[in-house]
């Protein structure tokens, strides 16, 4: 397939090899010849090896661990690329990491979301297009434009073909994650309960109630981002206690930092659903209870969207 005005380039970075195959695969097209590797310091070199001069280029790269060497190779391909004359430049940010520092947290604390924005703008790329933002200001954050996707239709489809939804609840782990799970909720059409939790300090929470009667319902959590796993292994754990029948969990970005996977695998959650916008580690990838979403369906439409100048939004209507 061919852009509107130019080809279609795909350059990946090194973040997530799968997905970036499996996103060529879905358009048709092979990953453009490119080496993005480390000198002996460990300083970034890339260079692009095709003719990209007039196309409308794509690099498939999330900012997850390493994040800082992941986003030092987003920004230097876009630099080879714009150096190469690419007539537009769009990064695709499956994963958008530092999204967690979007707001000023206390007294002497940076909006490294803000910061991040500012430096992909700066390195001269034209688009952005990213998946479940952790907070939906986070676009304003760049001055170019944006496209938000969501994986709540790929997770509404699994939701739909594995449970009885008469007898299914959707549970958001925490207050800030209301609207979120109000929105599967919607769409699936089951009731909402909400886990009130209060966190202490980074990386540990303990959770303090449960708003909604559970007991009876296989309950669903519902979030953009695991971690450490510690808000829903608690939550699980409350959640049975008031009489839930089973607790899953989908989740979009599976950071799953540390010993998480440890630590899924021995709590009460029956299963743990993430996509591959983060390329799993092995311990991720041998825990009997976590499976993972594909979503390289999904940003192969919108990169196909984008190239034709077509609406991606109405990929969710």
């Not at 003719?51 to 900012?63: C, L």
């Not at 979030?223 to 450490?228: A, E, N």
């Not at 799993?280 to 209870?289: E, L």
């Not at 993972?292 to 919108?302: E, G, H, R, V």
Request: hydrophobic share 45%; proline share 4%.
């Amino acid at each position: 397939m061919s852009a509107k005005n130019g080809s279609i380039k795909l350059v990946a970075g090194n973040s997530n090899p799968a997905l970036a195959q499996a996103i060529a695969q879905g358009l048709d097209l092979p990953l453009t010849k490119a080496v993005v590797r480390r000198f002996a310091d460990m300083e970034i070199f890339v260079e692009i090896q095709e003719n990209v001069r007039g196309s409308d280029a794509f690099i498939i790269q999330s900012t997850s661990f390493p994040a800082n060497d992941h986003l030092m190779e987003l920004l230097i391909i876009t630099d080879a690329l714009r150096r190469s004359s690419a007539r537009r430049i769009t990064a695709v940010l499956p994963y958008f990491g530092y999204a967690r520092q979007d707001r000023k947290s206390g007294s002497r604390t940076p909006i490294s979301a803000k910061l991040v924005a500012n430096l992909i703008t700066q390195a001269g790329v034209d688009r952005v297009m990213t998946l479940d933002l952790h907070a939906g200001q986070i676009q304003g954050f760049f001055d170019i434009p944006t496209d938000n996707l969501y994986a709540a239709p790929l997770m509404v489809r699994d939701i739909k073909d594995k449970f009885d939804l008469s007898k299914t609840m959707v549970i958001s782990p925490d207050v800030g994650g209301v609207a979120r799970a109000r929105g599967l909720a919607k769409r699936i059409n089951t009731p909402l309960a909400i886990v009130d939790k209060r966190r202490e300090r980074a990386g540990e929470s303990e959770v303090m109630n449960v708003i909604g009667d559970v007991a009876g319902y296989t309950c669903i959590l519902i979030d953009d981002i695991v971690d450490s796993g510690g808000t829903l292994v608690n939550a699980a754990d409350a959640l049975i206690a008031k009489g839930a029948k089973d607790v899953y969990a989908y989740i979009t970005h599976g950071v799953l930092s540390g010993g998480a996977a440890a630590r899924i695998t021995n709590s009460r959650l029956k299963e743990l659903v993430i996509t591959d916008s983060i390329l799993p580690t092995d311990a991720v990838s041998k825990a009997p209870n976590i499976r993972t979403l594909p979503i390289a369906s999904l940003i192969s439409d919108a990169i196909a969207r984008t190239a034709a100048e077509e609406s991606v939004s109405s990929l969710f209507d």
